[in-house]
């Protein structure tokens, strides 16, 4: 019978030796760390819904962020381990991968305020929306205290600026109980446009519903 034939490397006797592998004992692959991308304070903040990028930016302007103990310029950029505060409150930054916009469609009843802090210690919309860790939520838009109504609410401050700011032209829909009558004239004129105190607003078209006296819609 052939004689089977030994590596004249390997003593007698011993298995070959094999290489470790370069990701360790346990054989697992390597997560390599890579460095967290910079991003500017402004849209950082904004994404992390304490207002919109233009309002940041002037906030950073007044002085009112600090990033690491220094106060912040326009244009600075920072990630997620930077130190950031805000008129002296923390803020915490979400990390990239966990950066997911979330939106939120609540029934807001009456008797309830659009606002976190109420003198009169009202009820707020705030405390009957789900708690989210690193972010906070931002209403789009508001509804009276007696008004009761579908309302957004998202964790970046970027969306809410575009669902809400005229320039970009979101269409909104109103259903409207009139006290009294609105004669053609008065139509006329929501359609002309009217001028308030912070610029014109004027309606795209209008519908009557049906109703009488107090309840006319």
């Not at 809400?164 to 446009?193: C, I, K, N």
């Not at 308030?196 to 107090?214: C, K, M, Q, T, W």
Request: glycine share 10%; no cysteine; aromatic share 4%.
């Amino acid at each position: 019978m052939p004689s089977r034939r030994r590596s004249p490397l390997r003593p007698p006797g011993k298995p070959a030796a094999r290489a470790p592998s370069p990701a360790g004992a346990a054989g697992r692959s390597a997560r390599v760390q890579e460095p967290e991308e910079e991003v500017r304070l402004h849209k950082a903040l904004a994404d992390a819904g304490i207002g919109s990028r233009r309002e940041m930016e002037a906030w950073i302007a007044e002085g009112r962020v600090t990033v690491n103990g220094e106060t912040a310029q326009v244009g600075q950029r920072v990630t997620s381990h930077d130190v950031i505060k805000v008129s002296g409150r923390r803020v915490y930054l979400r990390a990239p991968e966990s950066k997911r916009v979330r939106v939120l469609i609540y029934h807001k009843q009456e008797g309830e305020i659009v606002s976190r802090d109420d003198p009169k210690g009202r009820a707020t919309v705030f405390e009957q929306l789900p708690r989210i860790r690193g972010a906070k939520w931002v209403s789009v838009g508001r509804l009276d205290f007696n008004t009761e109504g579908l309302m957004i609410f998202t964790t970046s401050g970027e969306l809410a600026n575009r669902l809400m700011h005229p320039r970009f032209e979101v269409e909104r829909e109103y259903a409207v109980r009139v006290l009294g009558e609105l004669t053609p004239e008065m139509q006329q004129q929501l359609l002309d446009g009217v001028e308030l105190e912070d610029g014109e607003a004027r309606v795209e078209s209008l519908a009557e519903a049906g109703g009488e006296g107090a309840n006319r819609w």
